[in-house]
């Protein structure tokens, strides 16, 4: 399988993450996709190749175009008030309040933003815009006749929505490349989403759609992040109601209990009969992950890319979360060869 991977990656270099009410080195970091390209080319997995330049186009089919407007500049304008630090949403529109977009960056950063543990800083846009093209890249090798690819995006994608930033994510890599699909003559496209975390982003951009099936296992929004959103009572509305499953698991999940899950989603994409199919991969249901709870181990990674390839579409892989570093790569390429066979 090949691997798409970009350098650029490295712009993004934040040095804060709020997170217990003081300011950590971020969860989110370089390290993270270096590790996974080592293990990729120390188990020879495939060719790694570099994106090609997409443009803002095939961005601005999921993303508004002031959203993106503000991303650009958003690190100019904090700059430009002399703020001290890294660029941290602290205020948002409450309820009762309205949902205006305010011309001051403090609120611009609240407006386009539903989490404070992600900053902004020098490089997000320039990082953020080569994931995207990781992505792209990696898409138009599966449309190309590819069995598979593996994009391997930094930063993530799941969390970002049409107008959100948050949860490290700023373009949603994987809803960019399934509307990529789409506008290139496939029919209908399933996402799966296996992160430790809710897909909140990827949920609500096809929410009303059904050319677009998304599914999501995860942690128990009650108990975790997003907290406000991934709970089984949301199916989809309108057009897209039935196309959206959520399966939630209480703290400490085996992969025994979560393979139930997995086989559920797996029948749905079946019945769904997809042109294509996108795992958006996160690695955070490892049990060594500092910030989750499932209990996963090393091998399970394998049976679970065995799953994925038995469906037996056309796969394109974007890496999303996963926070043990030192086992990071050895659970990517579990997968990736896992569905190798
Ligand atoms: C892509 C992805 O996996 N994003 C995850 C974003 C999670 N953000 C909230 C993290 C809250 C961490 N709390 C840590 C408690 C550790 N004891
Ligand atoms: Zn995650």
């Not at 107008?163 to 799966?192: M, P, T």
């Not at 059904?210 to 929004?221: E, F, K, Y």
């Not at 139930?260 to 991969?281: K, M, S, W």
Request: net charge negative; glycine share 10%; aromatic share 10%.
């Amino acid at each position: 399988m090949k691997t798409v991977y970009s350098p650029l990656h490295h712009r993004r270099t934040a040095v804060s993450e709020l997170d217990g009410g003081v300011l950590i080195p971020p969860h989110e970091n370089p390290n993270r996709a270096e590790t996974i390209l080592a293990r990729v080319k120390d188990q020879q997995l495939g060719e790694v190749l570099p994106p090609e330049s997409h443009g803002l186009a095939p961005i601005r089919r999921i993303h508004s175009d002031r959203y993106i407007e503000f991303l650009e500049h958003c690190w100019r304008d904090w700059q430009a008030e002399g703020k001290p630090g890294e660029a941290i949403p602290a205020v948002w529109s409450g309820r009762g309040m309205r949902e205006r977009l305010p011309k001051d960056i403090d609120g611009r950063l609240g407006f386009y933003s539903f989490a404070a543990e992600t900053s902004i800083t020098d490089g997000t846009w320039e990082a953020a815009r080569a994931a995207v093209d990781v992505a792209l890249t990696a898409q138009a090798l599966v449309a190309g006749g590819e069995r598979a690819a593996f994009a391997l995006c930094r930063p993530p994608g799941h969390h970002a929505a049409e107008e959100l930033f948050g949860g490290y994510c700023f373009f949603n890599n994987a809803g960019i490349a399934a509307q990529a699909f789409l506008d290139q003559g496939a029919k209908r496209v399933a996402i799966l989403d296996v992160d430790f975390h809710h897909g909140n982003g990827t949920q609500s951009i096809f929410y009303q759609r059904s050319d677009v099936l998304t599914l999501s296992l995860h942690g128990d929004p009650d108990l975790v992040f997003p907290h406000f959103l991934g709970f089984e009572d949301e199916t989809g509305e309108g057009d897209g109601e039935g196309y959206n499953l959520n399966i939630t698991y209480p703290p400490n999940t085996p992969f025994e209990v979560w393979r139930e899950g997995l086989e559920t989603a797996c029948q749905r994409i079946v019945d769904y009969a997809p042109d294509a199919l996108i795992i958006a991969l996160g690695v955070d249901t490892f049990e060594e992950d500092p910030i989750s709870f499932f209990k996963l181990k090393s091998s399970d990674y394998l049976t679970l890319g065995q799953r994925l390839a038995e469906l037996g579409l056309p796969t394109l892989f974007t890496m999303e979360g996963g926070y043990d570093v030192d086992a990071i790569g050895v659970n990517v390429v579990n997968v990736l060869k896992g569905f190798e066979g």
